[in-house]
């Protein structure tokens, strides 16, 4: 007998007036789910084979919710209760025992706030705050945040690549602005990602198979890492005046390289092309190799000056771009070998 979550049991499928077959449900499991008789339930044929049973109304009956309690918390550790509640995809966090007129914590909501996508601000009474999202994770596709993400990161690399043929560094002056959005929108995609493999529903909404979704999540930390060496670069840019850069020349030329191969990869989140994902990571293994060379000729047999230590540096940032631009390629194949996997019975 079934009793909870975890059990098994086997049940023998019975033959009812000569052409409906059934199988009786465990009564624990229809106590538990508050279902009555002639209450809907969804039938889900996996492409494994197995039968997935999921009462009509139980997505909108859930809400998670976590309560923070700011008396036996660490001091100043606010923040990273709340991005760890949102990231573990709770619906509603409730702060308790919390001085509204306290400073530091109403610092570290407002930052809250500010990373993260979907909640507000609700319920605010004595030593109490109740921060509510209203975005549901399956109305939200992972491929529009990842779009964003990738519009950003190349907003910032095309500007660098403008200076470098002689435009304003003012172009770079949002550029923290910039890296800020695409770290809250990995923070949306993590979370969506943490929902969907709860939720075989939310999954479903997203149409992704949840290996996939965790996929789209690596996706997502590679653009993610890649706008923090853009971010480095253009940092160095804004605070150095001596720094001169050649957009036809080492390491910027190569720049040029990792942006065509990255549109590349991009149009094959939808294609799928083997031959074009390939192509685009021997181009940036290659680019990787002459940066190396050109790295190389910098610190040998004499003393690097300022400016060749900016130029290096600039060029260990362009590197490891190629670096997690490969890493994106190597994911995208990763998911074409699932779309091609053949389950044989």
Known sequence: MVTGPGNIDVRKVQLTGGATYTVSL???????????????????????GALRLTPLDMLQKSEKIITINCGIIPSNSLHDHL????????????????????????QQIRRFLRNTRGFEMM?????????ICLISAAEMPLIASINRMYSLLISVTRDIMSIANGNEKSLLSDVDDRESEVDALLYLVERQVSIALDSHLVASALNLARNQAVEHSNLATSLERMMDHATHMAQLILESEDLELDAEKEPIIQLNIWQDSMKKLMINIR????????ESRLELKTAQIQISSYEQKLIEGRKMTKHDFLLFKISESVRR?????????????????HDDMVVRK
């Open 26 to 48: 465990p009564k624990p499991w229809i106590d538990e789910m508050s279902l009555k008789p002639r209450d809907g339930i969804r039938v889900d044929w996996r492409p494994s």
């Open 321 to 337: 771009l190629c670096a997690y631009a490969r890493d994106f390629g190597e994911i995208l194949l990763n998911l074409k070998m």
């Open 123 to 131: 319920n605010v009474e004595d030593g109490r705050v109740d921060l």
């Open 83 to 106: 991005m760890g509640a949102y990231l573990a995809g709770a619906d509603k966090i409730k702060i308790v025992n919390s001085n509204d007129t306290d400073r530091v914590v109403q």
């Open 271 to 278: 294609t799928r092309n083997s031959f074009e994902i390939e």
